[in-house]
Nanobody
Framework: QVQLVESGGGSVQTGGSLRLSCAVS????????MGWFRQAPGKEREGVAA???????VLVDFVEGRFTISRDIAKNTLFLQMNSLSPEDTAVYSC???????????????????????WGQGTQVTVSS
């Protein structure tokens, strides 16, 4: 059973930065594929970034160039570095995991949120103008 615990959310002004962390337990991060998702009030959950167990990454268009997904294998932790934040980025951010690979294939994120069985509790990110 994989457990995920996010941290690093908070409140920033437009143009600010935050780094979210997702600590993984129950398996090694190099054996799981992971994603960051977000859900704003009144909106559906949407994918933000993914990293496959083999290290392949993908960012969705609206965060490309601003966000970076990475992992520290020694710390068994996933990160989401968020720069140039805008009020539109305000949401609860959650990390998710699935054991195995194949979620990023040739630069394409092949898995939707419902296919990830393991989720963290979420962390609030609020960006003020």
């Amino acid at each position: 059973q994989v457990q995920l615990v996010e941290s690093g959310g908070g409140s920033v002004q437009t143009g600010g930065s935050l780094r979210l962390s997702c600590a993984v337990s129950g398996n090694t991060i190099s054996s799981v594929s992971m994603g960051w998702f977000r859900q704003a009030p009144g909106k559906e959950r949407e994918g933000v970034a993914a990293i496959d167990s083999d290290g392949s990454t993908v960012l969705v268009d609206f965060v490309e160039g601003r966000f970076t997904i990475s992992r520290d294998i020694a710390k068994n932790t996933l990160f989401l570095q968020m720069n140039s934040l805008s009020p539109e980025d305000t949401a609860v951010y959650s990390c998710a995991a699935v054991e195995g690979s194949g979620t990023v294939v040739r630069g394409v994120w092949t898995m939707v949120d419902d296919e990830y069985p393991y989720w963290g509790q979420g962390t609030q990110v609020t960006v003020s103008s």
